[in-house]
């Protein structure tokens, strides 16, 4: 069982940035399969981005050119660095790993922008 915690969520203004933080409960090192999620209200959960054990990074078209997904395997820590927020980008976003045939979530973090 792996536990994740999501933070660095809250309110910021259109334009301004933000930077999401996925702290594992466990050695991240040798998970491939990493990546951030969310959820608009009354919306379907969307993949936003994706990053491998080799640091290959991915993004959905929405957020490609705004949004950095990283990894930190020795503090076991998943970030997402938002910048150039605008409203469509209002979400619960989620940290999401795939191991060995699972797939664990984390709670959570509530991203709101502000026009």
């Known amino acids: 069982q792996v536990q994740l915690v999501e933070s660095g969520g809250g309110l910021v203004q259109a334009g301004g940035s933000l930077r999401l933080s996925c702290a594992a409960s466990?050695?991240?090192?040798?998970?491939?399969?990493m990546a951030w999620y969310r959820q608009a209200p009354g919306k379907q959960r969307d993949w936003v981005a994706g990053?491998?054990?080799?640091?290959?990074?991915n993004y959905a078209d929405s957020v490609k050119g705004r949004f950095t997904i990283s990894r930190d395997n020795a503090q076991n820590t998943l970030y997402l660095q938002m910048t150039s927020l605008n409203p469509e980008d209002t979400s619960t976003y989620y940290c999401?790993?795939?191991?060995?045939?699972?797939?664990?979530w984390g709670k959570g973090i509530l991203v709101t922008v502000s026009s």
């Open positions: 990053i491998t054990r080799s640091g290959n990074t």
């Open positions: 999401n790993i795939y191991v060995n045939g699972m797939s664990y």
């Open positions: 466990a050695d991240i090192s040798s998970i491939n399969a």
